[in-house]
């Protein structure tokens, strides 16, 4: 696998609102990469363990969280979305996107997230079948969900990124010709329809190969991230769960990006490439699995504080029948942490009045929140424990999974509130260390 540099031309149309050297034309060096054909490169024996030894940590880890990782799937994506949001500069929380996401209102930083979030489900869920041929049509549409308001289809003009102004001249880095570009993405099309070898292996040379391509005008992160759960699943690598690999990515984007990098150098540094996309795989795996058993541990817990509520207030019977909407309620928690009684009504299928009396005990007993809206009117009820821990996985990510009271995350939501956890839980906000698998 190899690349080549074509030389081009850069004399803006259209300069107006442009600076001075962004204005000067000149030549720039843009880089094609090659084709990458079906199979997989041979490597080196360092960077094929570090990949077979990641595919058995998201094994077992997918084992481990089993059927839950069915509920647990939208919060872990959600966890990936708002995680690829931070790299590329939209600092959004995990309550303002959950809130977004239901009430379909918010910043713009939120919804573009929650279009993520709707991108990544519909990646999996369409192009997870393995019998599947996987097309550029399938890529051009998943581009599409994230970034609907963009025109559609595959760029017809240079890109390039980074760079300390708006040319090409001073970029960081100069993606492929407009020109080539359909070439190039139904190759990597074809190298995710293929599911032999290491599946790790090919999703960080398919996801590598798609941001060096940079296909579209924008999206092209979370488009590329999107694909790396498809790979996975389309190889079984992962049955249950969704491993949030660019997580972890987010970080140590400094890492990300010399990475990226080094897949372009001469000769590429393809090993080092997949021996850094195994480790965040092998991180990201710990992080999903504790993750999972803190939401088995909160689900419990919750339970148990209405349970106490209702004998405290004398209610019969203490502890509710199992058809009752307030458990029905708290077994969908992790999924769905933003209520209001017209979703509860309707997923619920009951009605309006008996939803708000669920929403109104569970907020009484103190498990869930009320959040108003800007001319304080009561907007929604909130799991704020549910959500804190997905902002709790979210800095132990930025860190690498180590102690996040002596070194705060570079990047990543805030240390969400301690006080709602028990003496346990504080102990375990204050540092995460991945679990060994």
């Known amino acids: 696998m190899m690349g080549a540099y074509v030389e081009r031309l850069w004399h803006p149309e259209d300069a107006g609102g442009l600076s001075r050297k962004d204005r000067a034309p000149g030549r720039y060096l843009a880089y094609v990469p090659d084709e990458l054909g079906d199979s997989l490169p041979t490597l080196g024996a360092e960077a094929q363990g570090a990949a077979e030894d990641a595919l058995s940590v998201l094994a077992r880890a997918d ?33 303002r996107l959950a809130i977004a996401e239901l009430l379909h209102q918010g910043p713009r930083q939120a919804l573009d997230v929650v279009a993520n ?76 329809t293929d599911t032999a070898g290491n599946p790790v292996v090919r999703a960080a040379i398919a996801h590598a190969q798609f941001e060096t391509i940079h296909p579209f005008i924008d999206g092209n992160g979370r488009t590329g991230r999107a694909l790396i759960h498809t790979v996975l699943r389309r190889a079984d690598a992962l049955r249950h769960a969704l491993i949030p690999i660019s997580t972890v990515f987010a970080g140590d984007t400094d890492a990300y990006i010399a990475g990226l990098t080094g897949y372009r150098a001469d000769p590429p540094a393809l090993d080092e490439w997949v021996i850094g996309f195994a480790q965040a795989a092998e991180k990201a795996a710990g992080h999903a699995v504790r993750l999972a058993e803190d939401i088995a541990d909160l689900d419990r817990d919750v339970s148990d504080r209405l349970v106490a509520f209702r004998h405290d207030r004398g209610l019969n019977p203490a502890v509710p029948r199992r058809d009752a909407v307030v458990l029905r309620i708290l077994d969908t928690l992790a999924s769905d942490p933003v209520l209001t009684a017209e979703s509860v009504s309707t997923r619920l299928a009951v009605s309006p009045a008996a939803a708000h009396r669920a929403l109104t005990e569970l907020a009484e007993a103190g498990i869930l929140g009320r959040t108003k809206d800007q001319r304080g009117r009561l907007g929604c009820w909130t799991a704020d424990r549910h959500l804190a821990l997905v902002a709790l996985t979210e800095r132990s990510n930025g860190v690498g999974g180590g102690d996040t009271q002596g070194r705060k995350p570079r990047l990543g939501p805030a240390l969400p509130d301690v006080s709602q956890f028990g003496a346990r839980r504080q102990a375990s906000t204050t540092r995460r260390d991945a679990p060994g698998l």
């Open 63 to 95: 084992e481990r969280i089993g059927v839950r990782g069915r509920y647990l799937n939208h919060l872990l994506i959600r966890s990936e979305s708002i995680s690829s949001s931070w790299i590329e500069g939209n600092r959004v929380t995990p309550k």
């Open 117 to 192: 979030v709707r991108a990544t489900e519909s990646a999996i869920a369409e192009l997870a079948d393995h019998t599947r041929t996987i097309e550029t049509s399938d890529i051009v549409d998943l581009q599409h969900v994230i970034e609907p308001r963009l025109e559609r289809g595959l760029r017809r003009e240079q890109n390039w990124v980074g760079g300390p102004g708006w040319s090409p001249l001073r970029a960081a880095f100069v993606p492929p010709p407009e020109t080539v570009v359909p070439r190039l993405v139904a190759d990597v099309a074809r190298f995710v």
